[in-house]
């Protein structure tokens, strides 16, 4: 049996509905590694003991961050439909979000970080709008520019 560091990642990203169905899309793939993480921070043992679920969400976290090595892209939300603007922020924070929950700094070498934000400074105008964004995205860019730094905390304090 193969241990965690050996085993392969399966690129494999998440969509908005049932899997099979419509193509993966980078904001539900965070979203997907997001729940994950939060999973498997709730199901750690002090012990360092792992049970096959540990395993499985394991996989599929580094499947997921595999398809976003595959999707690599801070300009529009990853997927199958290139330059897809829908839901363009949430993509940002989601991004942010599961990288920080799963306390990932580079993506197979990509500064994820670094080239978001570049991205949303050259967006910001001088009286610091995002363009057309509304105030939920505006917030959204926010969100991600002042990256958390502090992990979910889960049990008992």
Same mark, same amino acid.
């Given at each position: 049996k193969p241990t965690a560091s050996a085993r392969t990642a399966v690129p494999r990203g998440f969509s908005y509905t049932l899997p099979g169905s419509e193509a993966a899309y980078g904001?539900?793939?965070?979203?997907?590694?997001?729940?994950?993480?939060?999973?498997?921070?709730a199901l750690a043992t002090n012990d360092g003991g792992k049970s096959? +679920?540990?395993?499985? %969400?394991? @996989?599929?976290?580094?499947?997921?961050?595999?398809?976003?090595?595959?999707?690599?892209?801070?300009?529009?939300?990853?997927g199958a439909v290139p330059h897809r603007s829908e839901f363009y922020f949430y993509w940002l924070y989601s991004l942010e979000r599961a990288c920080e929950l799963s306390r990932i700094g580079l993506i197979d070498?990509?500064?994820?970080?670094?080239?978001?934000?570049? +991205?949303?400074?050259? %967006?910001? @105008?001088d009286n610091g709008?995002?363009?057309?964004?509304?105030?939920?995205?505006?917030?959204?860019?926010?969100?991600?520019?002042?990256?958390?730094?502090?992990?979910a905390i889960t049990g008992a304090r």
């Open positions: 904001s539900m793939t965070c979203a997907g590694i997001t729940g994950l993480a939060l999973c498997m921070a096959t +679920v540990d395993n499985r %969400l394991e @996989d599929a976290l580094r499947n997921g961050f595999a398809w976003l090595s595959q999707h690599r892209t801070v300009r529009w939300n990853a070498g990509w500064d994820w970080y670094h080239d978001g934000a570049q +991205v949303l400074l050259a %967006l910001q @105008d709008c995002f363009g057309e964004a509304t105030l939920e995205e505006q917030c959204l860019a926010v969100l991600f520019l002042k990256k958390a730094q502090l992990p």
